[in-house]
């Protein structure tokens, strides 16, 4: 189907289907050599750019910045790339209020353009700039593509966005309306399983996605988390076995031992580790794998909520030096000031952990709190620090 000819409000979506299908399935884009047109091979570089700067490490950044300039004229940002590509290209240098700002332009004036709106999303989630996505989406959400292939994507998108802002009767309707569109909609899969989690429903999390495993189990990009979801469901169901088994069934989906940004193993295992100790026992020997992942890793990451599972997996491990060493290395670069601040405030309340003290481990991640939204990632991945100041807060009332 022609897309720009059925329909101008789709932007960028329209200029090639298959790209933006892939794209927003979060399926691996075909090789550039393969494409047609040089506009379809300016949209594979956008497109190209977003997937290495999810990755939130300043040599993907570099890359990224690369594969824009190879393709583009450093002169101007024709077209549909008025606002986009410079977007992309604030977004690769770190300035990413700015590029916020600039995708939201573009989706002001074309509400429809689905992959824009995921390439906003994807900023603001890995940016820790959640709590803005309902208000920066609101263009789109208000004029929402009703005969667009792309709606179930949209939708899925949208009910993340209301699971962040903490309207989940609202992202359960959206995501079932997506799923009524696309059944195989992984994002939609994974926008169900984040409202139930936040409800408190662990029941049907485990029951939802046990019913649609077939679909999202094999998927590169988010089988391994929603995998991690449906741990998470035995878990809190106090089915250990099934949780274990879970549990192994999403670590075995790891491409190798190196693989980088482990956030759903560390955030299972350190549940585990302070909530269930017989099923610590039978894990914890992966925690010494998981810190020398991140020991090669971490140093070039852009992102707080990736140095958060770092220095848990160093705590777990006993290497309270590498927490030291890690935030002797942070700096203000990429981060506005208060998230800079909240940033260290919770590695130093984590070091403290580390260090046995919790008393200051609870002042520092007590005071942080209000602030924890601004580090990146989900209500659901930031748990982890609710459940490490309630450890704290069990040991001292038990010691008093």
Known sequence: MNLISFSADYGLSAVCPQLTECFLAMQPLPAQHQLGSYEVRQYHAALSAVELLTLNEYKSNLAALRELDSVFSSAQAPGLYRWVLPALKHWCKLDLAQACRLFSEHLSEYPADTAVLFMLHQCQFFAGRTHELPKSITPACNQPPTTSPFLSHHLAIQAFAWVEARRYIDARELAENALAIDPRNVY???????????????????DFLQDCKAIWQDHAAMGMHVGWHLAMAYYECQQEQQAYVAFQDFYAMKPSFFAKQD??????????????PKLHTCLAPLWDDLAISWLGSIGASTSYLHRIHAALAFTATEQPKLIEKLLSECDEMGFDTLTHRTGILVLKGLLEFALDNPVACQRALRSSRPYWDLLGGSHAQRELLDITLNACDTHLAATA
């Open 263 to 276: 956030l759903d193993a560390v955030g299972f295992l350190w549940r585990a580790r302070l909530q269930h």
């Open 188 to 206: 939609a899969i994974h926008a169900m399983a984040h409202a139930l989690h936040e409800q408190g429903a662990f029941s049907q999390v485990r």
